[in-house]
């Protein structure tokens, strides 16, 4: 079982950044697709970006691309998601999760029922 950490959340104004991180211990997911999530007070968990096992391919929710970049850093076995122009819209718990199946092609939008581990969740909240 991967056991995923989020860190870098925090309160930003809108039009600012910030930068998540994503830790992995335990089984290595260098061969498992991974993805950030997030969800918002009273509102259902979402799709923000995922990238493939090989980091060659990512995929972005139409609300976040152009603003958002997901990366991955494999020796590390981290995941990061860097946010620019944060919006008020952006406010959430974000979630990094890894793909349930190593080596499968995840395309845009990934169901979160195929992601079989997932982090404690890091707090992001941009004032207006």
């Known amino acids: 079982q991967v056991q995923l950490v989020e860190s870098g959340g925090g309160l930003v104004q809108a039009g600012g950044s910030l930068r998540l991180s994503c830790a992995a211990s335990?089984?290595?997911?260098?061969?498992?697709?991974m993805g950030w999530f997030r969800q918002a007070p009273g509102k259902e968990r979402e799709f923000v970006a995922a990238?493939?096992?090989?980091?060659?391919?990512?995929y972005y929710a139409t609300s976040v691309k152009g603003r958002f970049t997901i990366s991955r850093d494999i020796p590390r076995n981290t995941v990061l998601l860097q946010m620019n122009m944060l919006k008020p819209e952006d406010t959430a718990v974000y979630y990094c999760?890894?793909?349930?199946?190593?080596?499968?092609?995840?395309?845009?939008?990934?169901?979160?029922?195929?992601?079989?581990?997932w982090g404690q969740g890091t707090q992001v909240t941009v004032s207006s």
């Open positions: 999760a890894a793909h349930r199946q190593p080596r499968t092609v995840v395309g845009p939008y990934p169901p979160a029922a195929n992601f079989g581990s």
């Open positions: 335990g089984r290595t997911f260098s061969n498992n697709a």
């Open positions: 990238i493939s096992w090989t980091g060659g391919s990512t």
